[in-house]
């Protein structure tokens, strides 16, 4: 008993760092045992079972509470120039991560696929035209029950808009109505979170046994992939700063230099947090040091702390991409496109807590054709990634954080409410 309290008292993070560590050292010095793997395979499958049964209930409730918790009477001005800048902001990121995760090539040369059997798993990702087509479900509870990603999206956004509309109505049985779905709705997501909750508890088993069967027949050269995955997306991360948040800073006039300079408090509190939701109260108080009146950002970074996720798409985009060199098959242009439509979209609803944007991973995995299921090698890649989540998890909602944060003083500035006195000190 007392073993159990250890494990369940000690940090997760330290937990799933130290599998990790055990899972690689294990299999390079055991090598490909069947014995053992008889053993540990189970546990691995038992993990991705797990995770396959949340993924699609965690991201259809919290899309819908995400995007009707956003009222159509705060979708003014200064609502829409927010949600604009975001989106911009989210497209230029997946396309740094995807371009920093193209030329890097993590997961190269790692070639997890050992047999046709596995390759088969693989799907093929549709067309351009056909991925836009297949946007509006036709069935959408069909599309929910079978994990079509992009058509759950699609019909749990304009569900969640429906129902902002509904709560808005002055009519009072409507208002009634949809209040009630709202809570339900949301009382799933609360729900959904808690269970994510105890399949975390696991995952650190689940990783041991997935990566021992990664070092087992892979050896040292998996630690190369792990290493540039996280390169990879630190590096995606930064550009994101420099090329992104500081050019859009520069084009408002806004002192690049200052705004890094009074970020860095809330940009520390969420690297330590690994928590949009938990950075807030500090978010605030920087985005008053830079002279933000609270009628932006009282709308602007709660939203941007549920809708806005650059750190987490860049993430998206180079992962992506190493899993599918990990399997052996490269992302095609088709795909690259679908990984852009799944990750803006799906950021809407994407909660503002750790370990967030593993859940989306495997969204976006499922939406090109690469699903992570049991004994697959897809699967196997994505327990890598897990692996060193947590440290991935750091800088990527830093750089969520510093994205809101840049949001609330441009649209300030541009609405003329931003007090530039204190952008001159």
């Known amino acids: 008993m007392s073993i159990l309290k250890l494990y369940f008292k000690s940090n997760l993070l330290i937990r799933i760092l130290l599998a990790l560590i055990l899972g690689a050292v294990g299999g390079l010095i055991i090598g490909n045992s069947p014995s053992v793997m008889a053993v540990l395979a189970p546990l691995g499958e038992i993990f991705v079972r797990l995770l396959k049964m949340i993924v699609v209930p965690v991201i259809a ?16 001005r200064i609502g829409a120039k927010t949600l604009i800048y975001y989106t911009i902001t989210s497209i230029f990121a997946i396309i740094i991560g995807l371009g920093i995760g193209a030329l890097i090539k993590p997961g190269s040369g790692l070639n997890l696929i050992a047999d046709a059997a596995a390759e088969g798993k693989v799907a093929q990702a549709p067309t351009v035209i056909q991925i836009l087509l297949d946007i509006i479900p036709t069935n959408p509870i069909g599309a929910i029950s079978g994990g079509q990603v992009l058509p759950m999206i699609f019909f749990c956004l304009a569900f969640g808009i429906a129902l902002a509309f509904g709560r808005d109505s002055h009519d009072e049985q409507i208002k009634k109505s949809s209040d009630t779905v709202y809570y339900f709705v949301d009382g799933v997501s609360q729900a959904m979170f808690k269970i994510v909750g105890w399949v975390m508890q696991y995952a650190p088993i689940g990783v041991f046994a997935l990566i ?93 702390s549920t809708m806005n996720m650059d750190g987490t798409t860049v993430y998206l985009g180079v992962c992506a991409i190493f899993i599918a060199n990990a399997v052996g098959m490269p992302l095609t242009v088709d795909q690259m496109i679908t990984v852009t439509l799944t990750t803006v979209l799906g950021a809407i609803g994407t909660a503002g807590v750790p370990g967030a944007g593993a859940i989306m991973l495997l969204m976006v995995l499922e939406s090109i054709g690469l699903p992570v299921e049991a004994d697959s ?21 830093s750089m969520n954080v510093v994205g809101d944060i840049a949001g609330t003083a441009v649209v300030a500035k541009q609405e003329k409410t931003l007090d530039e006195a204190v952008w001159k000190s």
Do not use: E, H, W
């Open 61 to 76: 409730s919290t899309l819908i509470v995400g995007a009707s918790s956003i009222t159509p009477a705060q979708l003014g």
């Open 212 to 304: 021992f069967g990664v070092f087992a027949k892979n050896g040292a050269v998996a630690f190369g992939s792990l290493a540039s995955v996280t390169v990879s997306v630190y590096l995606g991360l930064l550009l994101q700063v420099v090329l992104v948040y500081c050019v859009i800073c520069a084009m408002f006039k806004l002192s690049p230099m200052i705004f890094l300079n009074k970020v860095r408090p809330a940009l520390i509190t969420a690297f330590v947090t690994r928590s949009s939701g938990a950075t807030l109260p500090v978010s605030i108080q920087t985005a008053q040091s830079m002279g933000v009146p609270k009628s932006v950002y009282s709308f602007a970074l709660p939203v941007g």
């Open 377 to 397: 090698v897809v699967a196997i890649a994505y327990g890598m990634i897990l692996g060193i989540d947590a440290i991935l998890d750091m800088g990527r909602t």
